[in-house]
């Protein structure tokens, strides 16, 4: 079991630019930071808590120990604020610039830097590369960005299954095991104990079902601890329908989609990135969720605008969610994260 951590949370309440009321934790080490602010946002369904995994050091822990200010973001995707039917779009164009501005005010900071995930990732790129984020100046990009590539079988699933619970759910919960609240909720459960064998764990095998093509398929169970298979349970919650909808059509596309009339374009690739923010994507090579290949279309894309300003890893042995939870990720990962946030 790891051991109480050594800091302690100051939760600051931001409202997002339509009024969504969102939060800051900003994580107080022992001792006054000695770097710069770096912003940690996490994916869909979860919450900034995601950062926190009982592993012997997890990213927190890490960046702390480095001497940065650390805040961890709770956008509309947060499993900690009020469920909403929330899509990219809304995240790109209203949470992040404001989150981004509530570090800055309460830092006096001119720049941060951040660590996004997922579809905490997406939809940030997806402001910085809009022109909506000037002064974020370095962004460290995991799993996927600007050209979502899912699983063969996520093909076939996500296309079947979505319009079907759409008429019956307004989400999947990956707490269903505990309280399942209508009969397509209890024939879910049933299916995935049915069919997903990989753990004793029902909730790792209903994040598996939620969100990729694996058994599991966010991680692998040899780079997590007992601890974090464990904590698991807490951490993954509901997830709109309305976030696979916009997915699908993305994957069509082969890159972000906008669903509402924000000012975004119809195509994200369609200009040069407005920003001089400096990008390192980061992707498991045992993903199941996103691919691989997304990260890599999503690097070929910027460094053919800015050629040799961007930097793309691709590691071997990990998946989607590891690269943050993994027992050893403080060896593997972290260290290029933080030699990622300084490069010039």
């Not at 949370?9 to 800051?24: I, K, S």
């Not at 501005?101 to 939809?123: P, R, Y």
């Not at 459960?189 to 997903?196: K, S």
Request: charged share 15%.
């Amino acid at each position: 079991m790891k051991n109480p951590p050594t800091y302690r949370d100051e939760v600051v309440p931001f409202t997002a630019r339509d009024g969504f009321a969102c939060n800051l934790i900003h994580v107080l080490g022992k001792t006054s930071p000695t770097r710069g602010p770096v912003l940690l946002v996490h994916g869909a369904g979860v919450r900034a808590n995601l950062f926190r995994a009982p592993a012997e050091v997890n990213v927190v822990d890490y960046l702390l120990s480095l001497g940065y200010d650390v805040w961890l973001e709770n956008w509309r995707g947060s499993i900690d604020l009020a469920f909403n039917s929330w899509n990219i779009d809304q995240a790109a164009v209203y949470d992040h610039p404001a989150a981004v501005d509530a570090v800055l005010s309460h830092t006096g900071a001119s720049t941060l830097k951040a660590i996004i995930h997922c579809q905490g990732s997406t939809s940030f790129m997806w402001a910085a590369v809009a022109g909506l984020l000037p002064r974020v100046n370095v962004i460290v990009s995991n799993a996927v960005s600007l050209h979502p590539v899912i699983p063969g079988w996520s093909h076939l699933k996500l296309p079947f299954a979505i319009p079907i619970l759409k008429g019956q759910t307004a989400y999947i919960d990956c707490q269903w095991p505990d309280h399942p609240d209508s009969s397509i909720a209890r024939a879910i459960v049933e299916a995935v104990r049915l069919t997903h064998h990989e753990c004793n764990s029902i909730y790792c095998k209903m994040v598996s079902f939620t969100y990729g093509a694996g058994f599991p398929a966010l991680w692998s169970h040899a780079n997590l601890n007992e601890d974090t298979h464990t904590w698991i349970h807490q951490e993954f919650g509901k997830v709109p329908i309305t976030f696979f909808e916009q997915m699908i059509e993305c994957v069509r596309a082969g890159h972000l989609v906008p669903k509402t009339n924000l000012g975004l374009p119809a195509d994200v690739t369609a200009q040069a990135p407005q920003t001089d923010a400096r990008f390192a994507l980061f992707a498991g090579l045992e993903n199941k969720c996103f691919l691989p290949e997304s990260q890599q279309r999503t690097y070929d894309w910027l460094n053919a605008h800015a050629p040799g300003r961007h930097t793309l890893h691709l590691i071997p042995n990990y998946g989607h969610l590891d690269v943050f939870m993994g027992k050893d990720a403080s060896e593997d990962i972290f260290p290029l994260m933080a030699q990622e946030l300084e490069a010039a």
